[in-house]
């Protein structure tokens, strides 16, 4: 596990690692050779927005395409430059191998798909992204980091947010102690789940409820922003008894609550839901505050910084930013980099599998209606 408050210094601005990080190269010489990446899924995510982001970055490149539907992934190739010849299904996915355009597989598939197909790709001799959550268990998370290890291949978590300017901006100002020292962290996320036969629903391809989803969200910036790592949680599932005859709700929570204790004395305070639309992110200090609203959204995050009765809306960050650079194109062209300089993501695979062991810990806390200590 990378040691947060180590990383939370390296993440401050103006340092190598979030120069690449929010997609500016660590190094100034340029490879020739952009590192290709095979979208596995062709869904909401990685149609709408993974792909059409290849063309803000610097070092990576859409090559490949893993898709179900054989049409929609004509349709795509043709769209993006993609080569018939580099179009993929489920069943001849491991001929991914023979591919030597393919660097990196990103897979975008339901949660219960994750650790099947990343270390199918490792096994074929690809690094992988995968989206969080990470997969369904720890357990599963423990073989797909095994498997990229004994592959010699890098894996990397989607956290798109440690990419995010306003993020990095708000956790350099409460290292720099803006706001004194750090007493009390909130994070309440959430949206409101419409369609009940949808994947994120379905307990078997999720692994859980909101908390697995959106939920995660609020857990990672815990602990990215306060720098260290939890000790305990104690969690209550706020799910109606009445929801229950929801047919969204029939099979994973709605709302659920769980409070962390860090070692430094900092109260973590966080709530996922799928009844109703929240995103932000809050840190008290003995001389202010800096807040996050919306923080984790895909457009519009606002950072404000506010010290006794006074806030003030900071602007977007901008040093160091290359023009058209996203998140998402930061996460990709991070791993690349890491590739390219043999140095491990800031968000491996490991920082996945400590989210999913926590979550174990929240579902356990809430059913067993105590507090949970967590493992160092």
Same mark, same amino acid.
């Given at each position: 596990?990378?040691?947060l408050?180590?990383?939370?210094?390296?993440?401050?601005?103006?340092?190598?690692?979030?120069?690449?990080?929010?997609g500016?190269p660590?190094?100034a010489a340029?490879?020739?050779r952009?590192?290709g990446?095979?979208?596995?899924?062709?869904?909401?995510y990685?149609l709408g927005?993974?792909?059409p @982001?290849?063309?803000?970055c610097?070092h990576?490149?859409?090559?490949a395409l893993?898709?179900?539907?054989?049409?929609?992934a004509?349709?795509?190739a043709?769209e993006?430059?993609?080569?018939?010849t580099?179009?993929y299904?489920?069943?001849?996915?491991?001929?991914i191998?023979a591919?030597?355009?393919?660097?990196?597989?990103y897979?975008c598939?339901?949660?219960?798909?994750?650790? /099947?197909?990343?270390?199918?790709a490792a096994?074929?001799?690809?690094?992988?992204?995968?989206?969080?959550?990470?997969?369904?268990?720890s357990?599963e998370?423990?073989?797909?980091?095994?498997?990229c290890?004994?592959?010699?291949?890098?894996?990397?978590?989607?956290y798109?947010c440690?990419?995010e300017?306003?993020?990095?901006?708000?956790?350099?100002?409460?290292r720099?102690?803006e706001?004194?020292?750090?007493?009390y962290?909130?994070?309440?996320?959430g949206?409101?789940a419409?369609?009940?036969?949808?994947w994120?629903l379905k307990?078997?391809?999720?692994?859980?409820g909101?908390?697995m989803?959106?939920g995660?969200?609020a857990l990672n910036a815990s602990?990215?922003m306060?720098? /260290?790592e939890p000790?305990s949680?104690?969690?209550?599932?706020?799910?109606?008894?009445?929801?229950r005859s929801?047919?969204?709700?029939?099979?994973?929570e709605d709302?659920?609550?769980?409070?962390?204790e860090?070692?430094?004395?900092?109260?973590?305070s966080?709530?996922?839901?799928?009844?109703a639309?929240?995103?932000q992110?809050?840190?008290?200090g003995?001389k202010?505050?800096?807040?996050l609203?919306p923080?984790?959204s895909?457009q519009?995050?606002?950072?404000?910084?506010?010290?006794?009765m006074?806030?003030?809306?900071?602007p977007?960050p901008?040093t160091g930013?290359?023009?058209g650079t996203t998140?998402?194109a930061g @996460?990709?062209?991070?791993?690349a @980099?890491?590739?390219r300089?043999?140095r491990?993501?800031?968000?491996a695979?490991?920082?996945?599998?400590?989210?999913?062991?926590?979550? /174990?810990a929240?579902y356990?806390s809430a059913?067993?209606?105590?507090?949970?200590?967590l493992?160092?």
């Amino acid at each position: 596990m990378v040691d947060l408050n180590r990383r939370g210094l390296m993440l401050a601005a103006g340092s190598t690692l979030a120069a690449s990080a929010i997609g500016a190269p660590a190094f100034a010489a340029a490879e020739d050779r952009k590192v290709g990446y095979a979208i596995v899924g062709l869904g909401g995510y990685g149609l709408g927005i993974i792909i059409p @982001q290849f063309k803000n970055c610097q070092h990576s490149r859409l090559v490949a395409l893993v898709s179900g539907d054989p049409a929609k992934a004509k349709r795509v190739a043709a769209e993006y430059g993609v080569p018939e010849t580099h179009i993929y299904n489920y069943q001849n996915y491991d001929s991914i191998r023979a591919n030597p355009d393919i660097d990196v597989v990103y897979v975008c598939l339901p949660v219960s798909m994750h650790a /099947e197909y990343t270390i199918r790709a490792a096994r074929a001799g690809k690094h992988v992204m995968c989206e969080k959550p990470m997969a369904v268990s720890s357990a599963e998370c423990e073989a797909m980091i095994a498997a990229c290890r004994q592959a010699g291949k890098k894996l990397m978590i989607g956290y798109r947010c440690h990419f995010e300017p306003n993020n990095l901006e708000a956790i350099r100002r409460a290292r720099a102690g803006e706001i004194g020292k750090l007493r009390y962290f909130r994070s309440e996320h959430g949206f409101v789940a419409g369609n009940p036969s949808a994947w994120r629903l379905k307990k078997a391809m999720s692994g859980g409820g909101s908390l697995m989803d959106i939920g995660i969200y609020a857990l990672n910036a815990s602990r990215y922003m306060t720098g /260290e790592e939890p000790v305990s949680v104690y969690a209550t599932e706020r799910t109606e008894r009445t929801d229950r005859s929801d047919p969204r709700f029939r099979e994973v929570e709605d709302m659920i609550e769980f409070e962390l204790e860090f070692p430094s004395g900092v109260l973590g305070s966080c709530m996922s839901m799928y009844s109703a639309n929240r995103n932000q992110i809050l840190l008290m200090g003995e001389k202010g505050r800096i807040e996050l609203e919306p923080a984790t959204s895909y457009q519009g995050i606002r950072l404000r910084v506010g010290s006794g009765m006074g806030e003030a809306v900071t602007p977007p960050p901008t040093t160091g930013l290359r023009a058209g650079t996203t998140m998402w194109a930061g @996460q990709l062209d991070h791993l690349a @980099q890491c590739i390219r300089q043999n140095r491990e993501p800031i968000v491996a695979g490991e920082e996945g599998l400590r989210d999913i062991r926590i979550i /174990e810990a929240i579902y356990q806390s809430a059913r067993e209606r105590r507090r949970i200590a967590l493992r160092a």
